[in-house]
């Protein structure tokens, strides 16, 4: 078995929040907001350094970071998910880092033992992502190696699904027994875990 190699982490959190009515990012569970819930676990997951891709209520979000200087903004945010991937891994660029484990701010309840568990496969090479129950979901953690692929293909709302979507090498790393790997769409969602 290989060695786990370091991982950065990076949040994406620049959405508007449509659906919710708001930036999830200033939404608080438990009386912490989303983003610094999932800045949290990551860096308990050992990730380091981390970002934090900002874009709707960048200076907002911005201000609750402990380090201001972990933020990233995506100028062209509200063109979808696709812009802050980019940001983010371009942002990473000047790092050492072998991979990067990308985590979503709407996750409250994916906690820092999944992101743990996926961080854990790291290598330069490495496509992989948590699996709740068998489906495919949050984190993904992306090997330095395809970088360049997935900013390329990274476009709207749909991230790097349609990239994963061509991966034979895709690992699946399945998480169900720590998580459902649900997220929080409307403030419905906020009643916890189902």
């Not at 620049?14 to 610094?36: M, T, Y």
């Not at 993904?140 to 991966?167: C, H, I, K, P």
Request: charged share 20%; with cysteine; net charge negative.
């Amino acid at each position: 078995m290989t060695t786990p190699q370091p991982v950065a982490g990076l949040l994406l959190a620049a959405g508007a929040g449509r659906r919710f009515g708001g930036p999830k990012a200033l939404v608080q569970v438990d009386g912490e907001p989303l983003v610094l819930r999932a800045l949290r676990t990551l860096t308990s997951a050992g990730c380091e350094p981390v970002r934090v891709v900002v874009g709707a209520s960048a200076d907002e979000v911005r201000a609750l970071l402990p380090d201001p200087a972990q933020a990233v903004t995506a100028e062209d945010w509200a063109t979808g998910m696709g812009a802050s991937l980019r940001a983010g891994l371009a942002a990473l660029e000047a790092t050492d880092r072998s991979a990067a484990l990308v985590h979503l701010v709407d996750l409250p309840w994916v906690g820092s033992d999944i992101l743990a568990r996926v961080a854990a496969r790291a290598t330069s090479e490495t496509v992989a992502r948590a699996a709740y129950d068998g489906v495919p979901g949050h984190p993904v953690l992306l090997g330095r190696r395809w970088w360049d692929e997935v900013t390329n293909s990274a476009q709207g709302d749909r991230g790097a699904r349609d990239w994963l979507a061509t991966r034979a090498d895709l690992t699946l790393i399945e998480c169900g027994d720590l998580g459902s790997g649900r997220d929080v769409d409307r403030p419905g969602d906020l009643a916890g875990p189902a």
